[in-house]
Structure formats: C-alpha cells, structure tokens
C-alpha cells in the first residue's frame, strides 16, 4: 500500500512517499481503508522531534512509529476476531497513535466510532483530535456550563473553531480571540465577540471571564488570571514552549500555584476517547456543530501540507485526502 514514511526528525523533508507492507489487524482491532486524514499538531510534534521531551515517548534518535497521521476516515475493510461492534464497509473515523497517512491502517475497536452520517469523509476526518480536545477542555475541565462568559485564545485554528460552536452549544458567552484576517472566520461560526490581538490584549482590558480556553501560550499566567473573574477557570491546552521541554515548564508553574490562587489553574492534555467522539457525532449530527476545513492536500502532498500547517499560516483544518 502507498503511505507516508518517517526514517528521521527534521522538516517536511523527511516524510516521503512510499510502498509498504499492508497491516494486518488483530484480534481486537478493525483495519480500515482510509478516505481522508486531517493534519494535528501531533503530526508536527512526531516530525520535528520537537520538543525534545518528546522523543522519550516517540523514539530517541527517530520516531518508533514510521507512518505518521492522527486522525482519519474511512471504510471498515476487515475486522479482528473479537471485534463484535463492526463490520466490513462500516463507515467510521477515528484518531490513532499513528499510521493515518497510509491506504490503510489499524484501529482497535474501542477507539473507533460510526461516522456522523452528515459528514463527507474529508469532513468526518477533520474532527477528531481537535475536536475531542475542544470538549475535553471544555467541558471535562472547564466544567463549562449555560450563561458563563467563555473565552477562546486562538479560536480560528483547528482547535480553536471547535471550541467556540462547543462553547455555544452549552449555551455559553462565546469571545473568540484571533489575528485580523480571521475575524470574519471566528464571528461566522458562533462566537458572539471577535478581539483582534493584534489591536487588542484581553488580558488588559476590564472584561472578566468565568472560563478561558488558552490554545495560543500567548500570555502569562498573570496576564490570563487578570482576564478572569475571581472565581474562574483556566484551561491550558497551548503546545507553545521551548525546543526542550516545550509547555510543560508553563504547564508545571499552573499546576504549583493553583493551590494558592481562589482561581482554577488546570492545565491538561487531551486523551483518546471513543465516547467522545460518539458526543461529537451527535452534536455534528444534530446540527451544533461543524468542521471548518481550510485547504486539502492529496497523500504525495502531506510534505507541502505538514510545510504549510508547521509555518502558521493555516487556520481550521488542513485534510488529506485518498
């Protein structure tokens, strides 16, 4: 089969495509035949080696796993032996360790969902991960809830438009945080209030918030708790940081002093969750929520798109297709 192939850490240079052996599932695993697969900063992360942190889980001197790509969509074409909730030509997405960027990969059945019916594939493959970690943040620890002012700091990327029509959905407050030419974006999807941060900083102004939502890393954590009310929420999810440790020295300082601030400091990182993505479908299904796509690379362009996505330029979702 055709798929992305990682041999070293370094820039879109070092995925190229080639022909590999096609997986096999086991025994509680369901191979699929994939459609569309969208690019995460997870993708950025197993490519540079950066931070270096990571490389303790990915691999030292070269990632563990050769084919990258989170997030997919695709066609059941096979199914293990103690599979009992799918079937081949069962339509599914799902986010996986790795292995997206291919014509087919392994996922066990426990992280495998049915597709939102009104989804196209290419859609379907842009929620996962970035979706999962909107609500996870949001709403597993943020504790979102009706009527709060909620603030989203980078809310035109791919996280960020998920989190503002989440945000919505609970029947929050939405102020979207963005750059200029992304205003029109954030206000079309829900957001109730547009700041442009390179006009405005919130963390200076006299707005107060019950829950902001950081995906930016671009403020302190004075500056953030000045933004929010003083019984309010900070959720951090920014993967911002030096080329060593990356957030987790920012991450860290959250968690040693919010035993001592009225305030909730609560960093966190998203985790896999077929449950979740089973919330998500019905929230797409039910008309709540939305993919916002940006621009679609075919599989012998995921160099130019991982370029394209590592260079900042992107907004939403960047999707490959198959």
Do not use: W
């Given at each position: 089969m055709?798929?992305?192939?990682?041999e070293r850490?370094?820039?879109?240079e070092?995925?190229?495509?080639?022909?590999?052996?096609?997986?096999?599932?086991?025994?509680?695993e369901?191979?699929?035949?994939v459609?569309?697969a969208?690019v995460?900063?997870?993708?950025?992360?197993?490519?540079?080696?950066?931070?270096?942190?990571?490389?303790?889980a990915?691999?030292?001197?070269?990632?563990?796993?050769?084919?990258?790509?989170?997030?997919?969509a695709?066609?059941?074409?096979?199914?293990?032996?103690?599979v009992t909730?799918?079937?081949?030509?069962?339509?599914?997405?799902a986010?996986v360790?790795?292995?997206?960027?291919?014509e087919?990969?392994?996922?066990?059945?426990?992280l495998?969902?049915?597709?939102?019916?009104?989804?196209?594939?290419?859609q379907?493959?842009a929620?996962?991960?970035?979706?999962?970690?909107?609500l996870?943040?949001l709403?597993?620890r943020?504790?979102i809830?009706?009527?709060?002012?909620?603030?989203i700091?980078?809310a035109?990327?791919?996280?960020g438009?998920?989190?503002?029509?989440?945000?919505?959905?609970?029947?929050?407050?939405?102020?979207?945080v963005?750059?200029?030419?992304?205003?029109?974006?954030?206000?079309?999807?829900?957001?109730?209030?547009?700041?442009?941060?390179?006009?405005?900083?919130?963390?200076?102004g006299?707005?107060?918030y019950?829950?902001?939502?950081?995906?930016?890393?671009?403020h302190?954590?004075?500056?953030f708790?000045?933004?929010?009310?003083?019984?309010g929420?900070?959720?951090?999810?920014s993967s911002k940081?030096?080329r060593w440790?990356?957030?987790?020295?920012?991450?860290?300082?959250?968690?040693a002093?919010?035993?001592?601030v009225?305030?909730?400091l609560?960093?966190y990182?998203?985790?896999?969750?077929?449950?979740?993505?089973?919330?998500?479908?019905?929230?797409?299904?039910s008309?709540?929520?939305?993919?916002?796509?940006?621009?679609?690379?075919s599989?012998?362009?995921?160099?130019?798109?991982m370029?394209y996505?590592?260079?900042?330029?992107?907004r939403?979702?960047?999707?490959?297709?198959?």
């Open positions: 055709k798929a992305i192939v990682q850490y370094g820039s879109a070092v995925l190229g495509l080639g022909e590999v052996d096609k997986p096999v599932p086991g025994d509680n369901v191979l699929v035949r459609h569309a969208s995460t900063h997870g993708d950025l992360v197993i490519m540079t080696g950066l931070p270096y942190l990571s490389r303790l990915f691999g030292l001197r070269g990632p563990k796993q050769k084919i990258p790509g989170r997030d997919i695709g066609e059941v074409e096979s199914v293990g032996k103690n909730r799918f079937q081949p030509g069962d339509e599914v997405y986010e360790s790795a292995g997206g960027f291919a087919y990969v392994r996922v066990p059945e426990d495998t969902c049915p597709k939102p019916a009104n989804l196209t594939f290419e379907a493959a929620v996962p991960y970035a979706a999962n970690t909107a996870q943040g709403r597993d943020g504790g809830a009706a009527g709060q002012k909620v603030l700091n980078g035109s990327g791919g996280v438009t998920f989190a503002v029509q989440i945000a919505k959905s609970f029947g929050a407050e939405v102020t979207g963005c750059s200029t030419r992304n205003t029109e974006l954030v206000r079309s999807i829900g957001a109730d209030h547009v700041l442009d941060y390179t006009r405005e900083d919130f963390t200076r006299d707005r107060r019950d829950l902001v939502f950081d995906l930016a890393g671009n302190s954590l004075s500056g708790r000045r933004a929010l009310s003083p019984g929420t900070l959720v951090l999810s940081g030096g440790l990356g957030p987790m020295g920012r991450l860290a300082g959250a968690v002093l919010s035993p001592f009225r305030q909730s609560r960093p990182t998203a985790k896999r969750s077929q449950r979740n993505l089973a919330d998500l479908k019905e929230m797409i299904e008309g709540r929520i939305t993919p916002v796509i940006d621009r679609t690379y599989l012998s362009e995921v160099p130019e798109a370029r996505f590592g260079e900042k330029h992107a939403a979702k960047i999707v490959i297709t198959l």
